[in-house]
């Protein structure tokens, strides 16, 4: 067993008897092929959350603070975690983000670029949009339903994959991508909130 596939059981065997989860939408994700995972961004648990339903591995985007933490910093690249620097444009983390999607594998990322301290979806980041754009992958997005409150549901729904191609012969903007991007991770949102 590698340390992403333990690192996920072990997930699932730590946060499973603190909440109820449900996943939706599980038969919709692309079985292979370059994908830009996006969803929302509500707990700091989000990743390995998303990353123990998420029925492939996932190369997670994380912000370059986590991987200067004692213990954390070293396990992250581990999991497939690659830092980014926030507020800035990140060559390094662009060209290894590029190079996954191009090499058919799965990025996630949340476009927001922080948490949702309330709970409503903000504004989504232009790079969402560059990478759906130039990596050569569709953009699977996510929605996560909580609160995290101890025995009680937390859904993770995975919509119907957004297809760049006619984004790309368009020539769409990165800021137009985000917005289509947003706009499903809010459908998903407002269908699954009940």
Do not use: W
Not at 86 to 91: V, Y
Not at 133 to 146: E, F
């Amino acid at each position: 067993m590698n340390l992403y596939a333990f690192g996920k059981t072990l997930v699932k065997t730590a946060l499973t008897p603190l909440y109820r989860f449900e996943v939706v939408g599980h038969e919709k994700f692309p079985k292979e092929g370059g994908i830009l995972l996006c969803s929302n961004h509500i707990h700091a648990l989000d990743p390995p959350v998303v990353g123990m339903t998420a029925p492939r591995t996932v190369h997670f985007m994380a912000k370059e603070e986590l991987f200067k933490l004692p213990i954390l910093g070293g396990l992250l690249p581990k999991v497939n975690a690659f830092p980014v620097k926030r507020g800035m444009s990140d060559r390094e983390a662009m060209r290894t983000a590029l190079k996954i999607l191009k090499s058919g594998e799965v990025v996630g990322l949340f476009p927001e670029g922080t948490r949702s301290t309330d709970g409503i979806l903000k504004k989504g980041l232009s790079g969402a949009g560059f990478f759906a754009l130039r990596g050569n992958a569709d953009v699977v997005p996510c929605a996560i339903i909580g609160p995290y409150k101890a025995f009680r549901k937390v859904k993770v729904v995975f919509g119907e994959p957004i297809i760049m191609e006619p984004y790309r012969e368009r020539k769409a903007t990165p800021e137009e991508v985000t917005e289509a991007i947003m706009a499903s991770i809010q459908k998903l949102l407002d269908e699954n909130s009940k």
